[in-house]
Nanobody
Framework: QVQLVESGGGLVQPGGSLRLSCVAS????????MAWYRQRPGTPRELIAT???????NYQDPVKGRFTISRDNAKNTAYLQMSSLKVEDTAVYYC???????????????WGQGTQVTVSS
């Protein structure tokens, strides 16, 4: 079974930067879309950025121009570069790969465990 492991969260001051990583482990053949979500305290989980297998990126308005999603297909890894961080970016960040083709078959809707990002002075 494929697993996603996230890293890179932590405490940062407003205006600072962080880079999150999400590595998929397992006998993977290909990964379609890679996505990042976040869940701020007291709110539902929300989609913030996606990147297709061809490299097309899409961002939701709250992070547009500040966050950059990227991927390394050879490493089965997604990244989220976060810059100009604001207090309201404080959240648990999750990666999600909706479709993974592995040697076991197709795996749907795989999630990472989440990584905490806290923006505070």
């Amino acid at each position: 079974q494929v697993q996603l492991v996230e890293s890179g969260g932590g405490l940062v001051q407003p205006g600072g930067s962080l880079r999150l990583s999400c590595v998929a482990s397992g006998r993977i053949k290909s990964i379609d879309v890679m996505a990042w979500y976040r869940q701020r305290p007291g709110t539902p989980r929300e989609l913030i950025a996606t990147i297709t297998s061809g490299g097309s990126e899409n961002y939701q308005d709250p992070v547009k121009g500040r966050f950059t999603i990227s991927r390394d297909n050879a490493k089965n890894t997604a990244y989220l570069q976060m810059s100009s961080l604001k207090v309201e970016d404080t959240a648990v960040y999750y990666c999600n790969f909706p479709i993974i083709v592995s040697q076991r078959g197709i795996e749907f809707d795989t999630w990472g465990q989440g990584t905490q990002v806290t923006v505070s002075s």
